[in-house]
Nanobody
Framework: QVQLVESGGGSAQAGGSLRLSCVAS????????MGWYRRQAPGNQRELVA????????DYSDAVKGRFSISRDNAKNTVSLQMNSLKPEDTAVYYC??????????WGQGTQVTVSS
């Protein structure tokens, strides 16, 4: 069984910083993609924030490019998201996601990020 546990998040002022971390445990494939999605309002779909493959390939949404930075430790199955220059529109529930070929997607429980102006 695969489990994702997120930490970090919370509240910040606009222009501030927060850091999210996620650790995956269980039967983790050596080739995978870990990343972060967010849901900005109930009923909205989760949207990609950033992800990173085990090979180091990254993908960022246009909304966060230049402000957020993703990193990972393949040996520890962890992924982190450093969020700088936060904006009120970054307020959302952030979810950690693990994709493994054949096995598919696994999600964390979500962590709230609130940015006040």
């Amino acid at each position: 069984q695969v489990q994702l546990v997120e930490s970090g998040g919370g509240s910040a002022q606009a222009g501030g910083s927060l850091r999210l971390s996620c650790v995956a445990s269980g039967d983790i494939a050596s080739i995978n993609v870990m990343g972060w999605y967010r849901r900005q309002a109930p009923g909205n779909q989760r949207e990609l924030v950033a992800d990173m493959s085990t090979g180091g390939t990254t993908d960022y949404s246009d909304a966060v490019k230049g402000r957020f930075s993703i990193s990972r430790d393949n040996a520890k199955n962890t992924v982190s998201l450093q969020m700088n220059s936060l904006k009120p529109e970054d307020t959302a529930v952030y979810y950690c996601k693990l994709f493994m070929p054949i096995k598919g997607d696994y999600w964390g429980q979500g962590t709230q990020v609130t940015v006040s102006s």
